[in-house]
């Protein structure tokens, strides 16, 4: 499944690719893709576990970018 996210507070393209690499890590997730001048998000991922990759892609942006914050569109 597919989905595409507003992600705001990211303060560089580094930042980006950095969170992008962290949530690729996730179990579950097929790719990841964040534009830093779009400020969007968009995941592919294993649809029957929506709700758990969703809690963790959550954790790992805080856990990297505290200030980001994303929201689906």
Avoid: H, W
């Amino acid at each position: 499944m597919k989905s595409k996210f507003k992600i705001k507070g990211l303060d560089c393209a580094n930042c980006a690719s950095q969170l992008e690499r962290a949530i690729q890590k996730i179990e579950g997730i097929e790719s990841v893709s964040i534009s830093f001048m779009t400020e969007k998000m968009e995941l592919e991922y294993d649809e029957a576990r929506k709700e758990e990759i969703m809690q963790k892609v959550k954790k790992v942006i805080k856990k990297e970018e505290p200030d980001v914050t994303i929201q689906e569109v």
